[in-house]
Nanobody
Framework: QVQLVESGGGLVQPGGSLTLSCAAS????????MGWYRQGPGKQRELVATITPGRSANYADSAKGRFTISRDNAKNTVWLQMSSLKPEDTAVYYC??????????????WGQGTQVTVSS
């Protein structure tokens, strides 16, 4: 039902900045918790940041102070602003959506991913 399309990935030097965008379609975007995950080479997918419908943001320790997640419900879009990038930030970044239906029923969705490479 929900489709997520990421964009904005690319190659950036260490210390640089990059902003990822995720456009959502289907369902009621304003009711969803949104987030970003990433998966580096040979690693498991890990959570980077989430943002609730009330715009409460949470970050992994590795992202705090460097990354900012935001959303615009009118545009059905969530962003991840990344600064002070490090080589260890290199990964495929995935947009995430949790669509709840009632107290104990929900569905999780992921986008196709966008590659971020931090290298000199």
């Amino acid at each position: 039902q929900v489709q997520l399309v990421e964009s904005g990935g690319g190659l950036v030097q260490p210390g640089g900045s990059l902003t990822l965008s995720c456009a959502a379609s289907g369902g009621i975007f304003s009711a969803y918790t949104m987030g970003w995950y990433r998966q580096g080479p040979g690693k498991q997918r890990e959570l980077v940041a989430t943002i609730t419908p009330g715009r409460s943001a949470n970050y992994a320790d590795s992202a705090k102070g460097r990354f900012t997640i935001s959303r615009d419900n009118a545009k059905n879009t969530v962003w991840l602003q990344m600064s002070s990038l490090k080589p260890e930030d290199t990964a495929v970044y995935y947009c995430y959506c949790r669509a709840a239906s009632g107290r104990s029923l929900w569905y999780d969705y992921w986008g196709q991913g966008t590659q971020v490479t931090v290298s000199s």
